[in-house]
Every structure is written in C-alpha cells, then in structure tokens.
C-alpha cells in the first residue's frame, strides 16, 4: 500500500471510531444554555482532552497490554465477543436494571405521544413529543 493510501485508511477509521455527526446532537444538548463563547472552549477541551487519550493509548497500550498478559488476538477475540453480545441485546429488546429503571421513570413523569395522520406517514415521518 502507498503511504496515502495508509493514511486515507487511517482517517476513515478514526472518523468511524470516534463519530462526531453521531456526537454532535449529545454535545448540542449538554452545551445547549451555554454562550456561544463557552461552547467553543468546551468543544476544545473536550477535542484536546480525546486527542491526549488517542495518544496515551496509542503510545502506551501494547505495554499495557504486555503488563497484563494479553495478546493483540485475545484483546480482539473479547472485543468480538462484547459487540456479538451487544448486538443481541439490541436485536432482542431486553434490558437490565437500570434500563427497566429508566422505562418505569419515563412512565410516571413523561407523556408520550405518538401524532398520526395515517399508518403511511407513520412509516415515512412519525414524529414522537415528549413532554415533561
């Protein structure tokens, strides 16, 4: 491989690891009464503060790995198995605890409704209000 198709490689990956469209909306609503002013000092420390991990793991994590006795196929092999695990809890629907918690609190404090004009919008545009 050429070293710009290496790097190219390497930029698809980080911005798929680190999804910041999908993390843009969670920072809009945690910096939302915010100024405009502290939002970008937030948003700087908070992109310093994930670039300074990236470089302590990226750096320091085959040691840490060797400390514990952990082989790069085994660390992989865990991690396959945690987003098989992941994944089938997603597909079947089943929560623990805290998730049962968060549903029965949801129940008694929030008004869900569900606005339909017919089961076609439904599909394609429905919209869900929560009020509090």
Do not use: K
Not at 21 to 27: A, D, E, I, N, T
Request: glycine fraction near 10%; charged fraction near 10%; hydrophobic fraction near 55%.
């Amino acid at each position: 491989m050429h070293e710009h198709q290496i790097l190219s490689t390497y930029a698809a990956s980080m911005f798929a690891l680190l999804n910041p469209l999908g993390m843009l909306p969670v920072f809009i609503g945690y910096s939302a009464g915010l100024t405009a002013g502290v939002q970008r000092w937030l948003a700087a420390l908070v992109s310093v503060t994930v670039l300074a991990l990236l470089l302590l793991f990226l750096l320091t994590g085959p040691s840490i790995l060797h400390f514990f006795g952990i082989s790069i196929d085994a660390f992989r092999m865990a991690g396959g198995i945690l987003l098989l695990l992941i994944g089938i809890r997603i597909v079947t629907g089943e929560g623990g605890a805290q998730s049962r918690a968060w549903h029965a609190l949801c129940a008694r404090s929030c008004e869900i409704t569900l606005w339909q004009r017919s089961p076609s919008d439904v599909v394609h545009s429905g919209v869900a209000f929560v009020h509090l």
